[in-house]
Every structure is written in structure tokens, then in C-alpha cells.
């Protein structure tokens, strides 16, 4: 009880217990040290708990405090880069004191609230990303950037939308130091052609691996070359919730329709919740029309199902169609998911012939924790009519996590293809371990996976073995070494359609790819510049049953970014030294990109010469390997008139010396609010198109789309509930709306952690409260007080009046009474003034530098009273009796130094 005691007698804190920093700007928070104590007690050290960057000032003097003072002390920081970077958000402080009875040493701290974006940004250096479909092979460099300043380890995860893309790796863990960017090559094949859709996009998602949470994402968009592109739709994905959007499309070709697409989220009972995605084209001319994308999700506790279009992932194979799909979550991770769909990407439509595609039957099990363990197993049938062909595909992985320094993930796959005219069958299998860790200052990242030639997963025949050792010297400077070893064998069953003959490959697929590389590369950051520096070797296979290349290079990689408030700028040029298939002759090549960035400007180019990669190598031109490629491309994104009006605008042009064409494209959005929930959009391209080579040809091609599109507000969701409060100044103190009284707008409500403004009549509306209890907080800083219990059970909807009743204002000052002949001046900046209401309730209000103070309070009698002993008071104690009419007196409390006696001799 005694050191209960003396610890509530001695209070240590910092003033405020959170403060928001910028980078760059300094901030002061005040260490309170309060003796309420009747003992002198003694401060002999305050030390900060570590040596934190940016730490200016703090008091460093032994100082004593008598019975009833306090101080204010100022601890002054600068939030320079390394003080962004810290890891923990909490500046603490050590003090340690004595009195006459006890020596103790106690903590005080504070937290920074950094303004920082804590997003992962991924994006591509281009806005488009176009894909040689004749190719087999294409990359795309991904950009991962940590915008915020502490260190990050993030999963990517990638999507194909539609289906018919294959990438490798479709995901990757990436470690990233504060306000670190990195590359990550991304191959891309296209599986099959996408008659629907001219162009793919690809969802990428990054989680951050410390709670599993997502931390950015983006849609990146891919354009597959062809010599007469026509554009059917804008490169933006449907995407947005709760909207209905109704516009016309009119292409160059005549291909003129309306479309209709739209979200929403509703509740159909107290317990089932309702989602529904619709896309729709009606084509004018001759009355066929589609519907796509479209499907119905029921949510009931933890149970969803979805009929209509379907897609899922994690199957190891690709799945998508219509159908059904339904899954159900039990304790805290565990998941199962069953699913049956037509592998069909229309729902269903006259426009284009429904031809009956694979019939898919599957299940999912997902288990473990967020954090250690976690796992899923996955089963797949697939039978398709078209290619008469039954697959069974079954996959398993596990990850598992031993500290948050190391981490393994186990993968494995068996699958069986069995072809039902010619009665040939395959089986196959894939396995994969990957670890990542952390030993002091060395990052180990290592991924396998091999997987048979007639597996029939998204892996066939595919060998991946992808070596990484980092160093970090500093938070400036690392270095690493890698070695990638990775190829594509696959085995195909054979058509069909056509017998199997002995020596007949008209019936067989056959493709082989591979890249195998050593490489190291070397990183600083200096002040605003980012520079890297990486060679490498490197040896690249294609073939086919017709052609096969072969490509040795020895490879430069520079990349040079620096970034200058709004502005960013970044330069990669990778220079090759190579020969191909064994020719004596060896050439060089360049690939160049700059891109420039102002705010939402951007500006890019890239330049080739020559031979890059070795499907450069196989062009239906290569009568001389010396050629060139230029592309030139620009973007804005803008927000005008107070937000109302945003859009993009896009502009480019490429000219390749390879493939002997010339395209350009100038494209735009734009969205214009009438209203909150009402706006027009708008959309155009317009592409060129002309090819260099003999009998050659050209084209021009546009696209406009108008629209008009509402919004709806969002749906509460299961096992949330919806409250509505309506505020308004309760006169007559009966906690009834009456005539009157008004209604308080534009008032500040705290529901805990939600917060919400009043509209102008007086309501405010949580969409979505959890289950449980809430202290309800109005206006504090006005005095007005509740006329109900602050504290409310949510365990349903809850639409309530509340009543307030404002506070009276209680004001006062502290005089000094002075001797004749005193010029010495007093300071009672910070002594506190109490008031004690009768149900022996206590107030605090704290004198400013103008001597004065004041006190909202209720109807009803006060004692108000000051406890600090630097002075001597002439009424320490006064009693005041507040009515509703108000309180128009002024306390004031009159003062004296004490032991201050000036003594006048007269002569």
C-alpha cells in the first residue's frame, strides 16, 4: 500500500500521448514530472531509452521538485529519415528520482503518429505492357515499392483476369528496406487466345507477411499485338462496389453497343447478406446481346455462396466458368471451399455461339494460423468435350514459420490426363520447397519447385531453381549474389481428334524453354539517389519442332532513381556482350528505359538495339540482327474542382525496326459528379497502326463510351450492426425531441474508435459496428453533456435521439496582492484549479498564460479549491452554486509570495 501510494504521489508522463510527425519538420512533447507528494524528491537522471536519431534536445540536469510542484520539460526531436525509419513508433525516457524514503527509476514515452504511406506500391514502368502472342515467351519488369520507412516483407501474389495467361513466378516474397524499391521480372506466356477481351489485365496483391494483411494492389494492364487491333473495350477492369453504370460504346468498325454494368451489397434478412456483379452488352445493329461477369453471392454467418460466374485460385490450375461456388469458414483459419462450373467466361448471350466448354468439379481445404502455420489442400476434375480429355489435378501446401526470421514452404502435386479416343494417359507429379530467412545481417532466399512433363498443373514441366544471399552493410548500402536456373519442358497428350501414327508429330505439341543466369549486384542509396549496379551471365534456350535458338550473353544492369519532393526519375539500361547458336561472331545490345514522374505525370521511354533476349531471335525478320526499337509514352492523372471531376489521359507511340510497324494510341477517362452518388463518364482511344515491311498496310481505329453511373451506399455487414444517432439540445432537460429544440449539425461523434460528423439534421450513421460495448463521447471540447449513459450494448440495429444539455461556463482568475516597493513578478502558468461537485465528483481546469481558467459544468453547488503551496492564498477554498441560467461571476482567487517581507526605512 505504501508503494501504491508513493506512486501515485510522483507522476511521470509526457504531455501529449501522441504526436504526428512529417518528415523533415521538428516537434517538441513536454515530460510532466507532478510531486503530489508532501516530501522534496530529487530528479537525477532522464535518459532516453535508446539513442534515437533526430533527438535535439532533452533535460539533462539534476533538479529537485518540493512538495506540490510540477514541471514542464522540454524534449525537443527532428523527424530526419533514420528517425522515420525507427521500428517501434514510441520514444521512451527513463527518469529516476529520490526522496527522503525511496530511490525508484520509472518510464515515460510517447507516440509518434508518422505521416507516412504504409502502402506497397507495384506498378510497371509503363502504363500498357504489350505481349508478342507469337512469342512464347514475353517479361514484364515489375516495379515493388516500400512507401513507408520501416521495413517490410511483402508476398506478391499475381492473377490473370480473364483466364489464359501463364506467369512465373505467380508469386514471389520480396524483402524491402524503408522507402526501398525493387524489380521483379515477371514471365508471361499467352495460353490461349482471348477472343472476348483483346487485352489481359493482371491482378497483382501484396501482403504484408507480419500480419497478413493486404498492403497494396493494382491492376496492370497488357495489350497482345496483332496487325489490325480493334479495341472493344476500355483497358480498365469492372471494377468498383455498389454502382450501376449504363453506357453507349461506338467503335470505328461499327461494333456499337450499350453496355450495363454494376455492384451492389444488400441485406435480405437480419442474418443473410446479398452481393450481386452484373455485366451486360446489348449490340444495336442486330440485337444480340451478352451477359458476362455476372453472379449472386449469399453470405449467411460464415458460409458464402455464389452462383453465376466463378472464379478461384489456388488449385494449381486455372478456374473459371459459370457455375456454383460454396464456401465455409469454421474457428479461426480454417476454411472449405467446393465448387462446379462450366469452364464458359459468358454467363450466357446471343452474340457469341455458346460452345459447351470443360465441365470442372472441385474442392479446396485451407487450415493453420495467421502466423506460424498454414496450409491448403486442393482437388480438381476438369473434363473437356472440346479436346476429349479428362484431368485430375491434386495439390498440397504448407507454410510454416519458425520465429520472424524463418520461414519454409512445402508444396506437392500429383495429377493424371487421360485422353478418352485415343486412350493415351499421363501422370505426373510436382514438388517444391522455398525458405527464407534472416542470420544478423545476411537475407538467405531460396525457391524450388520441379514438376514432371505431364503434370498437367500451371507448372508443367517446369523446373525453377532460384538462389538469393543478401548483405546488408547499413541502411544505405547491400549487396547480393543470385543464382536463377529455370526452364519449360512440357508433354502434352496427344489430339484427339487425330489417331495416334508412329512418326507423325502433326499430332504432337512440343515447346522447351530455359534461363540460367549467375549474377550479383551491388545497392546504395546516397541522400535522394537510389543507385544499383549488377552484372551477370547468362544462357537462354527456345524450341519447337521447327526452330531452336540459342543465346549466350554477358549482362550490365544499371538502375538510377532518385526522387525530388514531387518529382521522381528513374533510368535502367541493361547493356549485353552476346553471341547466338554457337557463332563465333559475338554483338552488342542495349536496352534503355527513362521514366520521369511529377506528381501524376508521367513521362517514359524506352530504346532498343539489337538482339535482347533469345526470342529477339526468332523475328520473321532477322535478315540482319543490327535493328532498332523506340517507344515513347505519357500519362496524367488528374482531380479537379474539388474532386468532382478526375480522369486520365494517356498517350504513346512505338516504331520497332524488328517487327516492322509503327503503333500509336491516345486514350482517356474521365468522371464528372452531379451529385454524391450521381455521375457522367466518359472514355476514348484512338490507335494507329502501320506496318513497314513490303506489302505493307495501315489503319486507324477509335473508341468512344458515355455513360452515366450512380452510386449506392454500402450494406452493413453480417454479424455488424447499423446505428443511428440524431443529436439535439435537450432545453427542457426531458430527453425528448420536442418542438423547438434544435438539432445539433455538423457535431463531432466518437463511438469508440469509429468517428462521424452529424449532417444538418443533426444525424450520423455507423455502417458497420462489431458486436459489443461503446462508450459514446459528444462535444467534449464545447461542454455539452450526455442526458443518457454513455455506455451502449450493440447487439442489434440501434436508432436513437440523444439529448444534450450544454454545460455552463464557469471563469475565473488568479490575482497577486503585492507590498508596496515589490517589482518582482510571479508565474502561476500551469497550477491547477479544482472543482468538487456535491456526489464528490472532481473537476480540473489548468491556469494559462493570461492568469486565467475555466470550467464547464452542470447545474448544481461547487467547491472550488487550489492545492499548490508556491503561494499563499487569501481564500484557498470557495463555494459557487451554478443554476441553468448560468454562472455570470468571476472567481477570483487572490495570492501572496510567502517569506517574502520588504521592510522601508525612512530617513
Avoid: C
Avoid at 522447351?512 to 544462357?539: D, I
Avoid at 545490345?589 to 526468332?618: C, E, P
Avoid at 450494448?793 to 444539455?805: F, T, Y
Amino acid at each position: 500500500m505504501a508503494f501504491a501510494q508513493d506512486q501515485k504521489d510522483i507522476r511521470i508522463h509526457f504531455e501529449n500521448d501522441s504526436i504526428a510527425v512529417e518528415k523533415g519538420s521538428t516537434f517538441t512533447d513536454f515530460l510532466v514530472i507532478e510531486n503530489k507528494s508532501s516530501e522534496t524528491v530529487t530528479i537525477q537522471n532522464i535518459i532516453p531509452e535508446e539513442q534515437y536519431p533526430g533527438l535535439l534536445f532533452y533535460p539533462k540536469n539534476d533538479f529537485t521538485l518540493a512538495a506540490g510542484q510540477s514541471k514542464n520539460l522540454p524534449v525537443k526531436l527532428i523527424a530526419n529519415l533514420d528517425f522515420m525509419k525507427l521500428r517501434s513508433n514510441e520514444i521512451r525516457f527513463q527518469v529516476s528520482y529520490t526522496t527522503p524514503t525511496v530511490t525508484r527509476t520509472e518510464s515515460a514515452s510517447f507516440f509518434v503518429d508518422k505521416g507516412e504511406n504504409k502502402n506497397i506500391a507495384i506498378y510497371t514502368a509503363t502504363y500498357e505492357n504489350f505481349i508478342n502472342p507469337a512469342l512464347p515467351e514475353s517479361s514484364i519488369q515489375l516495379i515493388v515499392e516500400n512507401q513507408g520507412y520501416s521495413k517490410r516483407t511483402v508476398k506478391i501474389d499475381l492473377q490473370s483476369i480473364p483466364d489464359g495467361l501463364e506467369m512465373m513466378p505467380r508469386q514471389q516474397t520480396v524483402s524491402l528496406e524503408g522507402l526501398e524499391k525493387q524489380t521483379v521480372e515477371i514471365k508471361i506466356s499467352v495460353r490461349k487466345q482471348n477472343t472476348l477481351y483483346p487485352e489481359f489485365n493482371i491482378n497483382a496483391t501484396a501482403t504484408d507477411l507480419l500480419d497478413h494483411k493486404t498492403v497494396g494492389s493494382n491492376t496492370l494492364y497488357l495489350v497482345i499485338l496483332s496487325h489490325n487491333r480493334q479495341i472493344a473495350r476500355g483497358t480498365e477492369a469492372t471494377n468498383g462496389s455498389n454502382f450501376a453504370e449504363l453506357s453507349y460504346n461506338e467503335n470505328s468498325s461499327g461494333f456499337n453497343y450499350l453496355q450495363l454494368r454494376g455492384n451492389t451489397s444488400f441485406r435480405m434478412t437480419e442474418n443473410l447478406k446479398s452481393r450481386f456483379n452484373m455485366g451486360a452488352d446489348y449490340y444495336l445493329e442486330d440485337g444480340r446481346y451478352n451477359l458476362y461477369d455476372t453472379w449472386l453471392e449469399l453470405e449467411r454467418k460464415n458460409t458464402v455462396l455464389r452462383l453465376g460466374n466463378v472464379n478461384s485460385n489456388d488449385y494449381d490450375y486455372p478456374v473459371f466458368g459459370r457455375g456454383g461456388k460454396v464456401s465455409s469458414r469454421f474457428g479461426k483459419n480454417n476454411q472449405v471451399e467446393v465448387l462446379a462450373l462450366e469452364n464458359n467466361y459468358n454467363l450466357y448471350g446471343t452474340y457469341f455461339r455458346q460452345t459447351e466448354g470443360s465441365t470442372m468439379a472441385g474442392a479446396k481445404y485451407a487450415f493453420g494460423n495467421a502466423k506460424s502455420f498454414n496450409g491448403k489442400v486442393s482437388y480438381l476434375f476438369d473434363h473437356d468435350p472440346r479436346f476429349n480429355v479428362d484431368t485430375q489435378v491434386a495439390n498440397a501446401v504448407t507454410s510454416y514459420s519458425v520465429n520472424d526470421k524463418h520461414t519454409i514452404r512445402m508444396e506437392m502435386g500429383l495429377s493424371n490426363e487421360k485422353g478418352l479416343s485415343n486412350r493415351d494417359e499421363n501422370a505426373g507429379a510436382l514438388m517444391g520447397a522455398n525458405y527464407e530467412g534472416k542470420l544478423g545481417q545476411w537475407d538467405i532466399q531460396s525457391v524450388n519447385s520441379f514438376a514432371t512433363k505431364s503434370y498437367a498443373g500451371i507448372k508443367r514441366g517446369s523446373f525453377i531453381s532460384n538462389q538469393r544471399i543478401g548483405r546488408q552493410f547499413s541502411d544505405s548500402q547491400r549487396a547480393f549474389i543470385q543464382y536463377q536456373n529455370s526452364q519449360v519442358d512440357p508433354e502434352f497428350l496427344s489430339f484427339q481428334n487425330v489417331p495416334i501414327q508412329p512418326g507423325n508429330t502433326a499430332n504432337l505439341r512440343y515447346y522447351f524453354n530455359s534461363t540460367e543466369a549467375l549474377g550479383t549486384g551491388y545497392q546504395v542509396s546516397l541522400k535522394k539517389w537510389n543507385f544499383l549496379l549488377a552484372p551477370k551471365v547468362e544462357r537462354q534456350r527456345t524450341a519447337s519442332f521447327y526452330t531452336a535458338q540459342e543465346l549466350f550473353s554477358y549482362r550490365l544492369e544499371t538502375n538510377i532513381s532518385g526522387t525530388f519532393g514531387a518529382h521522381g526519375l528513374n533510368l535502367m539500361a541493361e547493356y549485353s556482350y552476346s553471341k547466338a547458336n554457337d557463332n563465333p561472331d559475338w554483338f552488342n545490345s542495349l536496352k534503355t528505359t527513362l521514366s520521369y514522374r511529377y506528381k501524376s505525370f508521367s513521362l517514359n521511354g524506352t530504346a532498343q538495339w539489337n538482339a535482347i533476349n533469345v526470342f529477339d531471335l526468332t523475328s520473321y525478320y532477322n535478315t540482319d540482327r543490327n535493328f532498332a526499337n523506340y517507344n515513347v509514352y505519357a500519362s496524367y492523372n488528374f482531380q479537379m474542382m474539388n474532386n468532382n471531376l478526375t480522369g486520365s489521359f494517356s498517350a504513346g507511340t512505338s516504331y520497332s525496326e524488328l517487327y516492322k510497324n509503327l503503333n500509336s494510341n491516345v486514350s482517356g477517362n474521365l468522371e464528372y459528379k452531379i451529385s454524391p452518388s450521381w455521375s457522367t463518364t466518359g472514355y476514348f482511344n484512338f490507335s494507329g497502326y502501320k506496318s513497314t515491311a513490303a506489302y505493307s498496310s495501315s489503319g486507324n481505329y477509335y473508341q468512344f463510351r458515355i455513360g452515366i453511373k450512380k452510386y449506392f451506399a454500402a450494406a452493413t455487414a453480417l454479424g455488424n450492426h447499423k446505428v443511428t444517432f440524431q443529436l439535439f439540445e435537450d432545453k427542457n432537460f426531458n430527453g425528448l425531441l420536442e418542438a423547438g429544440e434544435p438539432v445539433l449539425a455538423n457535431e463531432i461523434v466518437k463511438l469508440d474508435n469509429f468517428v462521424a460528423m452529424t449532417d444538418k439534421n443533426g444525424k450520423v450513421v455507423f455502417q458497420n459496428v462489431p458486436e459489443g460495448i461503446y462508450t459514446l463521447k459528444v462535444n467534449e471540447s464545447a461542454g455539452a453533456r450526455l442526458m443518457i449513459d454513455p455506455v451502449i450494448m450493440v447487439d442489434n440495429n440501434i436508432n436513437r435521439k440523444i439529448g444534450l444539455v450544454k454545460n455552463i461556463k464557469v471563469s475565473g482568475r488568479l490575482t497577486e496582492v503585492k507590498q508596496a516597493y515589490d517589482t518582482l513578478e510571479t508565474d502561476v502558468t500551469g497550477i491547477v484549479v479544482y472543482a468538487k461537485s456535491e456526489d464528490g465528483k472532481i473537476y480540473t481546469a489548468v491556469v494559462n498564460q493570461k492568469n486565467e481558467f475555466e470550467f464547464f459544468l452542470k447545474d448544481g453547488k461547487y467547491d472550488l479549491y487550489i492545492e499548490n503551496d508556491k503561494y499563499s492564498y487569501t481564500q484557498p477554498t470557495q463555494t459557487i452554486q451554478v443554476t441553468k441560467e448560468g454562472y455570470s461571476k468571476t472567481v477570483v482567487f487572490e495570492y501572496k509570495k510567502k517569506d517574502t517581507t520588504i521592510k522601508v526605512k525612512k530617513f
